[in-house]
Nanobody, 123 residues
Framework: VQLQASGGGLVQTGGSLRLSCAAS????????MGWFRQAPGKEREFVGV????????WYADSVKGRFTISINVPKNTEYLQMNSLKPEDTAVYYC?????????????????WGQGTLVTVSS
């Protein structure tokens, strides 16, 4: 499984970005893909997760109502639309693949990780 994340950049407070994560090398019909982020000096934290077979999504409370996950199943690609960005959203964002059939916030259940893409929100 290979994951390729893209879409990070510099944006002002209140702006928007869309991250993409394209997966290859395996079938994703019954798996989940999550997003995590890691700010400097902090631990990696859960952002959201989507299912490739049921369409269900979960979000961290800190991004609920601002971030939206969508999935293009034929393209094996998951998107993270980030709106109303805040300086505290600044971090390296990672997409990750879990073979679990259930949505999970648990970092240890993700077996493959993308390379990370930097999101910087200026105040």
């Amino acid at each position: 499984v290979q994951l390729q994340a893209s879409g990070g950049g510099l944006v002002q407070t209140g702006g928007s970005l869309r991250l993409s994560c394209a997966a290859s090398g395996s079938t994703f019909s019954r798996s989940v893909m999550g997003w995590f982020r890691q700010a400097p000096g902090k631990e990696r934290e859960f952002v959201g997760v989507g299912s490739f077979y049921g369409g269900e999504v979960w979000y961290a409370d800190s991004v609920k109502g601002r971030f939206t996950i969508s999935i293009n199943v034929p393209k094996n690609t998951e998107y993270l639309q980030m709106n109303s960005l805040k300086p505290e959203d600044t971090a390296v964002y990672y997409c990750a693949f879990s073979p679990s059939k259930q949505l999970t916030r648990n970092l240890s259940e993700y077996t493959h990780w993308g390379q990370g893409t930097l999101v910087t929100v200026s105040s």
